[in-house]
């Protein structure tokens, strides 16, 4: 069964800096999508970015982007100028053949 | 548009008694999910409806979780007899196609307090 690990339950960074989120997973399939969710107090999940496990080329959406190792399979998340509005747990998820399944999470804060 | 909604957004029940919960997906969207997340965990699947063809029951975690999907639209999820483990939010989401390129997006949960 594949698995997904968030080592970091929390991290704090201050405002307009630069934070990594680390998430590794395990698998043997071959084809997949991983994703970085964000949970903000709403309780809603909002995607933020997602990789396909095909493309070596890192996705980036604005201030997000990823450090996708397939051969480590290791899936960072890297938050650039950090906002107060990004403050959240976030939630990184594989999806191969099977079902979304997802790590349990990082809790985000960030100082003004 | 408007995006899924789920009512309601709190519960609180005595154990031993049954509750529904309700999703409405987006227009549309042939493919809807149900997950658990219990306090500072990440999310179980629970169930998912593609169309019509048979529900994935494989993430039930017992007899006592039902789930149905009414019109290919509306889901209600079941928990009868409940227990303080039940205690959770329960999410839904939804998205046009059971396919991983398709985007899953989520509704605001409901808290499930059994007391």
């Known amino acids: 069964a594949q698995t997904v690990t968030q080592s970091q339950p929390e991290m704090s960074v201050q405002e307009a800096e630069t934070v990594t989120l680390s998430c590794t997973y395990d698998t043997s399939e071959s084809d997949y999508y991983l994703f970085w969710y964000k949970q903000p107090p709403s309780r809603q999940m909002i995607l933020v970015i997602r990789q396909e496990a095909y493309k070596q080329q890192n996705a980036t959406e604005n201030r997000f982007s990823v450090n996708f190792q397939k051969a480590a399979k290791s899936f960072s998340l890297k938050i650039s100028d950090s906002q107060l509005g990004d403050a959240a747990m976030y939630f990184c998820?594989?999806?191969?053949?099977?079902?979304?399944?997802f790590g349990q999470g990082t809790r985000l804060t960030i100082n003004p | 548009g408007a995006g899924v909604s789920q009512s309601p957004s709190n519960k609180v029940t005595e154990k031993g008694k049954d509750v529904e919960l309700r999703c409405d997906p987006i227009?549309?969207?042939?493919?809807l999910y149900w997950y658990r997340q219990s306090l500072g965990q990440g999310l179980e699947f629970l169930i998912y409806?593609?169309?019509?063809?048979?529900?994935?029951k494989s993430g039930l975690p017992s007899d006592r979780f039902s789930a149905e999907r009414t019109g290919g639209s509306v889901s209600t999820l079941t928990i009868q007899r409940t227990q303080q483990e039940d205690s959770a939010v329960y999410l839904c989401a939804s998205s046009l196609a059971r396919h991983r390129q398709e985007t899953q997006y989520f509704g605001p949960g409901t808290r499930l307090l059994v007391l």
């Open positions: 998820a594989y999806e191969g053949a099977q079902k979304l399944v």
């Open positions: 409806f593609q169309g019509n063809s048979a529900p994935d």
């Open positions: 227009s549309g969207h042939t493919a």
